[in-house]
């Protein structure tokens, strides 16, 4: 797993999508030291996305259980980024 800011995502995107796609890295994007996304490469379901959005989190429970990591990433990214805003609410308007 690859931790980079926000500005160097910004001037290198290509060079880190080319990561995840060839290397199958994960990158951490973290603005002012708090992560805020993370870019993951896509799980090879046999599903034809081109012409479809990508799916919800209730589709990808529905995946096969090869991208149960997949799956246990993106929930845990959802919930790390969920309390650490209750955190930041509860501290701004306490």
């Not at 931790?3 to 060839?22: C, G, L």
């Not at 599903?47 to 259980?65: E, F, I, M, Q």
Request: aromatic fraction near 8%.
């Amino acid at each position: 797993m690859v931790n980079i800011t926000a500005a160097e995502a910004r001037s290198h995107f290509s060079r880190y999508i080319n990561m995840v796609d060839q290397q199958h890295e994960k990158i951490v994007i973290e603005k002012r030291g708090r992560k805020v996304a993370l870019i993951i490469p896509f799980p090879d379901t046999g599903v034809d996305t081109s012409h479809h959005a990508v799916p919800s989190l209730a589709a990808l429970d529905a995946l096969p259980s090869r991208s149960d990591t997949f799956i246990g990433i993106v929930k845990e990214a959802d919930l790390d980024y969920r309390s650490s805003r209750t955190e930041y609410l509860l501290t701004k308007y306490s």
